[in-house]
């Protein structure tokens, strides 16, 4: 496409730039098959990245199929690794984190969903986004929200469309390939999300609500009985005092089977941790490599040299404002002479010290400031003139001797408010012309009142401006576990899964040793993770190709832990398993033989007595009045939710006549309806309809993706063999 740009108000700041290319990376180049379809998602083993065989044995060949076409793991594992390159050179980096292949992994799957399942939907239904209609989300009068977020001002708060022009510019006339296939995916993330939008709108208008239904939630609302009720709650019986043996439970779950219909595949687990974090002896260990390394880093004549040798990080050459340092380090960086070095500095876990190894020019000022952004309310000469006022009598306050921050905070109504309006370290040119030509043209200290496009700014100078750029040698060391670290905790794991090898000695060896045992009770075929722990794709995939009983070898989750886990319980979808609903089973066969007593004495109590008050006596339980219970409204005074019985209610017209025993969700029940209020007559039903509509609308936005699946028999095999 063709972009037309216009004149541009002022530059795009260098850290809103930085933001803006981290968001098109997110959004595009690891979002773009994933917006709308909620989907979970498998995780391909390392034998892919290694090109080593994908299916260990296995006869399976095809990771999935989608309305009777195959889709090939080697044309999956294409896809996949085209994804991987292409990150690799978009990002610069030579590997990547578990975190972002797990990432391109869900992307390549959404992406094989799209090509095979949405791409034909929307082309049957004729469904496209133009040329022109594609510019108007990107720079004309309808401005994509994910367009909107990615060019604001994370400083500021604001959006400028001047923004999206420079920076399409830039990107247009430019040569960097990498910006250009990153704005083409961002590009492609919009398209995809609007086809979405416009099919899910298909569907949305396709529903609607009834005049019956309508008409129905009325009555459901609006007709009340007034009800006396003796209730024989569920819980007044203790749960062992009901005991049965399998032979009993097996036998109620086969006259229940639907009921236990499983809905997913899923897997129960117990497993153990043990922590291999950094130690605080781990963390001194780093602590004084870096104080060790100050006097050597002070006398080393080759800064590059001695960077990439002894550096978690390689040098960078590039000369850096002073916004790109941290500012802890910022002021000794740029005030003292080439060839000191600052730190060690412990941030976001590494120790760190930096050797100015050169200075230069910049061709613009750096500058700092805060502010406190008074907004005009309103579009009147008054609403300026109230805004205008505000903001003098804020500097007269300042003047005075008020603390600025303290101020900010209380008036400010942009997003710096929170850190006392500090706009931080920022280039010439990056904030709108006033604002800039004011900061630019004052001294540090100064106070002052200037009027942009967005308000009246009460600016604080805090910064001396400078064009002076730093390259400052990095030397840094992550804190890691070490070794003895590692170990202790590799051996302890070992020495329980060794004495494990079974569910009973995995149970008794937990007790014994007084380890915490946790429970992943619905471990999902797709997940990544285990309740509690990220990357724990290793122990998901054990879990789906062991026996229940079978108790997992030391396994690793994330990169700091070691887990040993035993499977208690497998759930295959649609399929109704014994021993996976054991636990729901022996519950309600509790219930239901609550139930069947409560009923039994309740009957018997009714055969000597006609009214409510001798079947209370004779029960020794209390007549609860309900002056008003409705269908929709199942609640029940002293017993709680219980639609059963309040659909009962709602089923009778008879008055005064005792009734019972009637077996609800948390109790047995004997009732008497003494009054019934039908609903009032409605002029219309527009109201219902609407709220009907609109949750249908919400059900269809949110599960389409669910149902078209189930109706191209979308199938999913890499649990097989990932």
Known sequence: ?????????????????????TKIRNRSGLAIGAVGLALALFVI?????????????????????????????????????????????????????????????????????????????????????????????????????????????????????????????????????????????????????????????????????TSLEAKNLYASRSQSAEV????MPYFTIADSTITADDNELKSYFKKNLDKYKEKENSR???????????????????????????????????????????SDVKFDPTPKRRSEYPESVQAKLFNDSVGTVVGPLFENGSWTLFKISGVKQDSV?????????????????????????KANDILSRIKKGEDFAVLAAEFGTDGTKDRGGDLGWFTEGSMVKEF???VKSHNKGDVFVTKTQFGFHIIKVTGDKSKKTVCAAVLSRAVGASEKTTSIAFNEASQFAAASRNAEDFAKNVEEKKIVKRIGEFVRETDNFLPGYSEAREAVRWAYNAKVGDVSDVLTVGEDKYVILTLTAIREKGKSNFEAAKERVLNDYRKDKK???????????????????????????????????????????????????????????????VKGPIKGDAAVYAYQ?????????????????????????????????????EIKKVKDNRHLFY
């Open 673 to 709: 309806v003494t009054k019934i209020s039908p609903a009032a007559p409605a002029a219309n039903y527009d109201a219902q309809k609407a709220e009907i509509s609109n949750t249908l609308t919400q059900k269809i936005e949110y599960n389409y993706f669910e149902v078209l699946k």
């Open 436 to 438: 800039n030509d004011a």
């Open 45 to 209: 083993s390392d034998a892919v990245n290694n090109n080593m065989g994908l299916f260990g044995g296995s006869q399976v060949t095809d990771v999935g199929e989608i309305d009777g076409e195959k889709i090939s793991a080697k044309e999956f594992d294409a896809k996949y690794q085209l994804n991987i390159d292409n990150y690799l050179k978009r990002s610069g980096q030579e590997s990547m984190d578990e975190n972002t292949k797990t990432q391109l992994r869900d992307q390549t799957w959404n992406q094989v969903l799209n090509d095979f399942l949405m791409a034909k939907q929307y082309d049957g239904l004729g469904l496209t986004v133009s040329e022109d209609e594609l510019s108007d989300m990107v720079f004309g009068n309808n401005i994509h929200p994910q367009i909107r977020q990615s060019f604001t001002d994370p400083n500021t708060g604001m959006f400028d469309i001047n923004n999206v022009k420079r920076y399409l510019k830039q990107v247009t006339e430019g040569t960097d390939e990498n910006a250009k296939a990153q704005w083409k995916e961002f590009e492609d993330y919009i398209v995809t999300e609007t086809l979405q939008r416009k099919y899910a709108t298909l569907l949305k208008k396709g529903v609607y609500g």
């Open 268 to 310: 129960k687990l117990e497993f153990v941790v043990w922590d291999f974090a950094p130690t605080s002896e781990d963390s001194a260990v780093v602590q004084k490599w870096a104080f060790d390394q100050l006097p050597q880093f002070q006398m080393a004549e080759n800064d590059t040299a001695y960077v990439d040798v002894n």
């Open 1 to 21: 496409m063709t972009f037309v740009l216009s004149p541009l108000i002022f530059a795009l700041p260098k850290k809103l730039e930085m933001a803006i290319l």
């Open 228 to 231: 006396n009720l003796i209730a």
């Open 595 to 657: 139930a069947e007593q409560m009923s039994e004495k309740m009957t018997k109590a009714m055969e000597s007595g006609s009214s409510l008050d001798a079947l209370s006596k004779s029960l020794n339980q209390p007549v609860t009045p309900v002056p008003s219970l409705t269908f929709e409204n199942a609640s029940i005074p002293y017993i709680g939710f219980d639609p059963i019985f309040a659909g009962t209610v709602a089923g009778t017209s008879e008055i005064n006549k």
């Open 365 to 389: 000022f750096s500058m700092k400031a805060s502010h406190i952004l008074i907004r005009v309310e309103g579009a009147t000469d008054l609403d300026t003139s109230n805004a205008q006022k």
